[in-house]
């Protein structure tokens, strides 16, 4: 497949409470083979079951992490639950300078940055078809103590009011992820024909 490049090329921003189905998403754009640059975040948390190094995220040490922040590596960073997560500036800048359209998969605190950096990226958040199918969603997962579960079934909730900050919100329902993504693809052929187009610079 050709890649496709553009003079002004998107920067989306993907964002979402814990458990709303990210990572599921942006591999099925990855798999339909869709001509985006697909960010992967670096990560001190513990590899889980099936992930993969430079797939589904760069899992480094915490020293690593500390010297990215330290050389002002990283787009954006934060330290979540314990974990530290970023997003290595240079993959961003890099695919933009080539022209591709960039997905930017973070959380509602690392959204918040970007959109201080660049007002004029394209904010999607995505949100779970309720409340209770969220908790479902994270207690199914058993990655977690109760007490770490429970905290995180309480920010979740509290980072479902952060949708009104976005430009989109798609509902990520289960067992709609093609719906989902395809709407998320709808977006991005409707803001290529903006006018005046979006202009990032980072």
Do not use: C
Request: net charge negative.
């Amino acid at each position: 497949m050709a890649t496709r490049t553009t003079p002004n090329p998107l920067l989306l921003v993907l964002s979402g409470p814990s458990g709303v189905g990210k990572d599921l998403l942006l591999t099925r754009l990855r798999e339909a083979g869709r001509p985006y640059h697909f960010t992967v975040t670096a990560t001190t948390r513990p590899r889980r079951s099936g992930e993969h190094d430079g797939v589904d995220y760069h899992f480094v040490s915490a020293q690593e992490f500390e010297s990215m922040i330290a050389n002002e590596e990283l787009l954006e960073w934060a330290n979540v639950f314990g974990n530290y997560y970023g997003v290595p500036k240079s993959q961003v800048m890099d695919a933009m300078a080539r022209g591709k359209d960039v997905i930017l998969k973070i959380d509602i605190q690392g959204a918040e940055t970007v959109r201080s950096l660049a007002p004029d990226a394209l904010f999607i958040f995505l949100a779970p078809p309720s409340d209770a199918e969220l908790e479902r969603r994270l207690r199914g997962r058993n990655t977690e103590s109760d007490e770490a579960l429970t905290t995180r079934i309480e920010q979740a909730r509290d980072e479902l009011q952060e949708a009104e900050k976005f430009d989109y919100t798609v509902v990520h329902h289960t067992d709609a992820t093609d719906e989902a993504a395809l709407e998320i693809e709808d977006i991005i052929r409707v803001e290529r024909h903006r006018d005046p187009p979006r202009r990032v610079v980072l």
